[in-house]
């Protein structure tokens, strides 16, 4: 009788663990997944489209000016990663990762700010400032149409789920989590915009709200705050593994960065 | 450091209508809005923009609050000379940003 018991509780036990997936819990299907570039209005396409007239090459150019330069006490980035070196063509569309000397998981920005204080003898630039800015701009501009392309194993897989349930669980003043604006009611209008599906190839992107170029943390503290829910810190561990789960969501799409966006 | 972008043609042929464009990082405070603590954050703007042809204006333009950041200009001149096409752009305290770039005129 007692087995009897223990079995019937482990079946339920599995019953709730995995095998049926909640229904309110649903991933965007992979098929129909596509690129906020396609909500937006035919003038800021043409703004995106050309490379001149897409404000976001402003951090490209200054980037590309700090990547060759360096500072007086220490090597540049293009000492280790120009000719012959390690080439940053396709990196941006493979991040986040699981930095190997700290088994954390780290954004492009946490990687830039590791190479300058692990290889360059130079202190952490803060998040949001111009020079990070203009810097993951650079390097996220080498990797443009590129396919996003993250492979989750054994390391990344407890932070997909805790982006995941970050994505899924309702937040702020609103009750509202991503997934409700994001997988059921993208392509619909929310006041003045047209809801896109929230993903992250754009990004670091000039906002036309912000009047400036903003990294996908910021963007987040954004809708966060839109939601009347406490914005979580730049580059905080929640923020992280969201960034990683939406990498995952928006497999295949191509990277855009720097992309325009309303 | 304010990161300039400027677009224009190498060479043109004598009397071409060329376009020049022309984009400067700059945040245009209004003057109007508030931080955080409710704080008047202080106007800072680019007031004057001109573009010399060797020198001589060939197009000058005032901005004002409204103007967004990042000002971004198109405007067209006529080629006659070889010579140094200069950009530039005067903020509300005086200084000037510029850049400049060489155009050649074939016959």
Not at chain 1, 115 to 129: D, F, N, S
Not at chain 2, 65 to 85: C, D, Q, W
Request: proline residues 5%; glycine residues 8%; aromatic residues 8%.
């Amino acid at each position: 009788m007692k087995r009897g018991c223990l079995a019937v509780a482990l079946l339920l036990l599995s019953a709730c663990g995995d095998a049926a997936p909640d229904p309110d819990r649903a991933d965007l299907d992979p098929n129909a997944v596509v690129s906020g570039y396609a909500f937006l209005t035919p003038e800021t396409q043409a703004q995106q489209d050309d490379d001149f007239l897409n404000p976001g090459f402003l951090w490209v150019d200054r980037g590309a000016k700090l990547f060759r330069s360096g500072e007086a006490v220490s090597a540049s980035c293009a000492s280790c990663h120009g000719a012959g070196g390690r080439p940053l063509e396709g990196v941006a569309a493979r991040y986040p990762r699981i930095d190997e000397a700290t088994g954390k998981l780290t954004n492009l920005e946490g990687r830039i700010n590791v190479c300058r204080t692990r290889h360059q003898a130079a202190k952490p630039l803060a998040h949001e400032g111009e020079d990070l800015l203009a810097l993951s701009a650079y390097v996220a501009s080498l990797s443009r149409g590129m396919p996003v392309s993250v492979q989750l194993d054994d390391r990344l897989r407890p932070y997909y789920e805790q982006g995941r349930d970050y994505f899924f669980t309702r937040r702020g003043q609103l009750n509202l989590a991503c997934h409700h604006c994001h997988d059921r009611n993208w392509g619909r209008s929310l006041r003045g915009d047209t809801i896109s599906q929230g993903h992250a190839n754009g990004f670091p992107t000039y906002r036309l709200e912000w009047q400036t170029l903003g990294s996908l943390h910021r963007r987040f503290r954004d809708c966060d705050t839109g939601v009347r829910a406490e914005p979580m810190s730049l580059a905080s561990e929640e923020y992280l593994a969201l960034e990683l789960y939406l990498a995952v969501r928006g497999a295949g799409l191509a990277v855009e960065a720097p992309a325009v966006r309303p | 450091m304010n990161t300039i972008r400027i677009a224009a043609p190498r060479t043109a042929k004598r009397g071409e209508i060329i376009e020049l464009r022309a984009l400067i990082r700059h945040p245009m405070e209004s003057g109007f809005r508030r931080g955080a603590s409710g704080e008047v954050i202080a106007r800072d703007i680019i007031v004057a923009f001109e573009c010399l042809y060797d020198g001589e204006p060939v197009f000058r333009a005032k901005f004002f609050p409204a103007v967004a950041a990042n000002p971004f200009l198109t405007f067209h001149t006529v080629a006659t000379e070889s010579g140094r096409l200069e950009f530039r752009w005067t903020d509300q305290h005086g200084a000037v940003f510029s850049d400049a770039a060489d155009l050649t005129v074939e016959t």
